[in-house]
């Protein structure tokens, strides 16, 4: 006996830390090998392995273990991953009063869903009680027409005559101002009376008009001390949801050095339980000096900046069609039912150049497409690439899939194509998109998951945060009941079932960004990222998967508890 | 306003011509103060001995001109050069080839003391044809078009008028050489001050389009000629000859065509023993360029 202690102690390694043994009621491992578990030992940070307590004997016996059983009533997954959001978005966000049709979970307020004109100015009227007077410009954002009516400059001044007060619509193309906030940025009189896009008398500005209060309000928004604390309501949002690990896809979408800048000082610290991969936006941008090799090198350059928080991983970012909730997602026949055309956000032949470049030089591809004439033009350069220069790794990736067909999706197939979707657009856009937009056929069909499965082609959901909450159960719930904005099932043909959902938010969003040798799922030698709910999504009524809380998250061993108000 | 500056959008899509006009602009003595706003600064070729000062994303040149990158924000630019120190006679905003005029236009109402811009949208007649027809930029070619006040209609087959239908049916003005796109300049930014320069006026002659012919001497290798060729300055828009030149050491008859950077040297049946080795130049270019010009292409070595 006494022998045996001895033998324990010498070749024990003299740095080794103690065993953590989590029970749970039940362990979703998101490993087909073995899917389910009680009990996952810890070291270090990594996984000895996962099973019961009995089966992690062989290292519990000969090292010892505390069984940490708090989360014994839990379920445990995979920690979170989200392989598409934008942290410096979230960061000028956040700060703002949000005032939303949809409910929206963030850390420091619970969002209820307002409806109705009287219901928005109500609470419109409230916001501004609470905190008006603590900011120098009231910023309120979530402001839809189609649930809250006509608003004017009128209804905010009666709120308030000589604060700022600005309401920054859902979609962030178009504002309302008060006349306090209009003097407040100096909008010239002359551009009021004469901008197409400016409505003096009712104090509206939308699409190019907004820009000019943009413009205005760049200082206040993008004031350091606001987007630091934007930075900080952020972590919390994508802890609240679960995550462990994200990818800010589009990385420099302000600017490269200072969003470095604060991210470092923000995120790269023992106690924030998140690593973030860091996909820069593809370069050159118009106006840039360099040719599309040289950017190769620009990119290059950043990867060396590499923590253990903020990282590199020689992938990178483009985009196609223009944005879907401003309805400029480039569509094939018969386009849009009023006629209008969406936008390229980058020449198609300036795109596949640059595309080209990196593809050459062995960086993996995240193009953002949205209409079906944006997927067209995706994938096209995707077949000429093949065809040019034939690579069998998966480097290529579709981002959002908003508007797509099945042709598109089995040549996607064909030339070594995957995946990561944004399904909120299903539930937020689909039932106006169907009834303004493009009709019942493509709207209900938007993000066709079901198409993926039955073809075969890996796919990640992700939320693309502020475009969709930070939730990846939300999303997991979308995915799997295809539910509108007021409750109709959208293509039922399309849902995926509730496992390939979780997939979809753990191990294959993992291997969407190339992490799945390290995170997605609870086995042997990967991180110890755990996200804990109190409820099993597999086990509760299909329509209630998004209402089951996150209790904690294990970040590679640690506990972070999620603080609930 | 009285004193508002007027603005000119260059539109149209990639590779109609945007930049040739724009170096040309800028490279000529016209007593204008024009600031063009571009989008690509790197394919902005100016001759060195024109540039006053350079100073991050801004070309100040020694003929009042200035060159500054778009950016980020269309109307943060625009807005800093019309409140700047010395605002231009006139704004020239270059479209990004994906860009709608329309859009820029109602980008630029944003900006206090710049009158409501007018947008000049650059065709290219040899490729416009198929790129009405192409699946992705077709109908962005045809908004372009749409959007425009008036047509440059660039790169027509000498003497021709453009005859598709798309052009007839829009109805709009157009002009068919750079000289009248920069007499239509000199008009728009004579509105601002009473300087009623016209930038394409007879007293420009010196660099007004000019067409001259050069014999190339027929001992010249025809890999040094295509070398010397893609020196020329940008404003040389057009070249073409039956030119006898030696290739590897023995004498042969080439057709050649393009401009400097983009040349076809096509081997031909002499059909005349005595054909004049000439080469047809076309451009707007000074009597000082146009002797860079002869001592460059008329001497055998390299
Ligand atoms: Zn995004």
Request: hydrophobic share 40%; net charge negative.
């Amino acid at each position: 006996m006494q022998l045996a202690a001895l033998f324990v102690r010498l070749t024990r390694k003299p740095d080794m830390s103690d065993i953590t043994v989590f029970t749970a009621r039940r362990i979703h491992t998101m490993s087909a090998s073995q899917p389910h578990a009680e009990a996952v030992a810890v070291r270090d940070g990594l996984i000895l392995e996962a099973g019961t307590l009995d089966s992690l004997k062989p290292w519990t016996d000969r090292y010892g273990a505390t069984v940490d059983e708090r989360f014994k009533d839990k379920t445990i997954f995979p920690g979170f991953v989200d392989p598409h959001l934008h942290p410096s978005l979230g960061a000028v966000l956040l700060p703002s009063y949000f005032i939303t049709a949809m409910e929206w979970s963030l850390p420091d307020r619970k969002v209820p869903a307002t409806k109705g004109r009287d219901g928005y100015l109500q609470a419109l009227k409230e916001g501004f009680e609470k905190e008006g007077a603590s900011r120098d410009v009231f910023v309120t954002w979530g402001y839809h027409q189609l649930w809250h009516g006509d608003l004017t400059k009128a209804d905010l001044n009666a709120v308030s005559k000589d604060h700022p007060i600005v309401v920054w619509h859902r979609s962030f193309h178009e504002l309302i101002l008060n006349d306090a906030a209009i003097a407040h940025i100096g909008v010239d009189q002359e551009v009021m009376e004469r901008h197409p896009q400016i409505n003096a008398e009712i104090g509206r500005f939308s699409e190019t008009g907004a820009k000019v209060v943009m413009a205005g309000l760049k200082d206040f928004l993008f004031n350091p001390a606001r987007f630091l604390e934007g930075l900080q309501s952020l972590l919390q949002v994508i802890h609240l949801g679960g995550h462990t690990t994200v990818a800010d896809m589009a990385y420099g979408i302000f600017d490269f050095e200072q969003e470095w800048m604060a991210f470092n000082a923000m995120i790269n610290r023992d106690e924030v339980p998140l690593r973030v991969l860091m996909v820069p936006k593809g370069l050159p941008e118009d106006g840039a000096k360099e040719s599309p090799a040289d950017a190769v090198k620009v990119i290059d350059g950043l990867a060396d900046r590499s923590n253990d928080k903020l990282f590199f991983d020689r992938r990178v970012k483009f985009f196609t069609d223009g944005a879907i909730f401003s309805e400029l997602m480039q569509m094939e026949e018969p386009g849009y039912i009023d006629g209008h055309e969406g936008e390229w956000l980058m020449v198609p032949e300036l795109f596949e150049e640059r595309v080209r470049a990196f593809w050459t030089a062995g960086y993996r591809i995240h193009v953002h497409c949205t209409g079906n004439l944006g997927h067209e033009l995706a994938i096209d350069v995707l077949e000429k690439l093949q065809r040019e220069h034939p690579r069998l790794d998966p480097c290529y990736t579709i981002e959002h899939f908003g508007v797509s067909t099945e042709e598109q999706v089995q040549r996607l197939k064909q030339f070594g194509g995957r995946v990561s979707a944004n399904p909120y657009y299903v539930h937020e856009l689909g039932e106006a998109y169907w009834v303004k937009s493009i009709g019942f056929e493509r709207a209900s069909q938007m993000v066709r998951l079901g198409t993926l499965m039955r073809e075969n082609v890996p796919f990640a959901l992700h939320s693309d945060f502020t475009m969709a909450p930070a939730e990846p159960l939300k999303n997991a719930w979308v995915a799997v009941n295809r539910l509108s904005e007021s409750g109709k099932v959208l293509a039922p043909e399309e849902k995926i079932p509730v496992h390939q959902a979780m997939k979809a938010i753990t191990i294959d969003a993992a291997r969407i960004i190339g992490l799945e040798n390290s995170i997605g799922s609870i086995r042997s030698g990967k991180k110890a990222d755990f996200t804990v709910l109190d409820d099993d999504p597999y086990e509760v009524a299909p329509e209630t998967i998004k209402d089951i809380t996150v209790h904690a998250t294990v970040f590679e061993g640690r506990v972070f508890e999620v603080i609930k108000e | 306003m009285t004193d508002a500056i007027p603005c000119l959008i260059l539109g149209g899509y990639l590779g109609a011509g945007k930049t040739t006009l724009i170096n040309g602009l800028l490279s000529r003595h016209h007593g204008k103060q024009i600031t063009v706003l571009v989008n690509d600064f790197g394919a902005i070729n100016i001759d060195a001995a024109l540039i006053n000062n350079k100073d991050g994303d801004t070309l100040s040149l020694t003929n009042g001109c200035a060159c500054c990158s778009i950016g980020d924000s269309l109307l943060e630019t625009a807005d800093r050069v019309v409140r700047g120190e010395n605002p231009p006679d006139l704004l020239l905003v270059e479209a990004s080839g994906a860009a709608e005029p329309g859009r820029m236009k109602q980008i630029l109402m944003g900006v206090p003391g710049l009158k409501a811009a007018q947008c000049l949208t650059v065709v290219d007649a040899s490729t416009f044809q198929k790129r009405l027809r192409d699946k992705f930029v077709g109908k962005l070619v045809r908004a372009q078009l749409k959007q425009a006040d008036c047509l440059y209609i660039n790169r027509l087959a000498e003497g021709k008028e453009p005859e598709d239908p798309v052009l007839a049916s829009l109805n709009k003005p157009r002009m068919t050489s750079a000289q009248e796109v920069f007499r239509y300049l000199g008009a728009l930014g004579a509105e601002k001050t009473d300087l009623s320069v016209d930038l394409g006026a007879e007293k420009e002659a010196a660099e007004a389009l000019q067409t001259f012919t050069l014999p190339i001497p027929a001992d010249m290798e025809r890999k040094d000629l295509q070398a010397k060729l893609t020196r020329l300055p940008t404003s040389i828009h057009r070249l073409k000859g039956i030119l006898t030149l030696k290739e590897r050491g023995a004498d042969q008859v080439f057709t050649v065509q393009g401009n400097g950077q983009d040349c076809t040297f096509v081997k031909t049946e002499p059909r005349n023993r005595d054909i004049p080795s000439g080469l047809v130049l076309i451009g707007p270019v000074s009597d000082q360029d146009r002797r860079r010009i002869t001592d460059l292409l008329t001497t055998a070595q390299l």
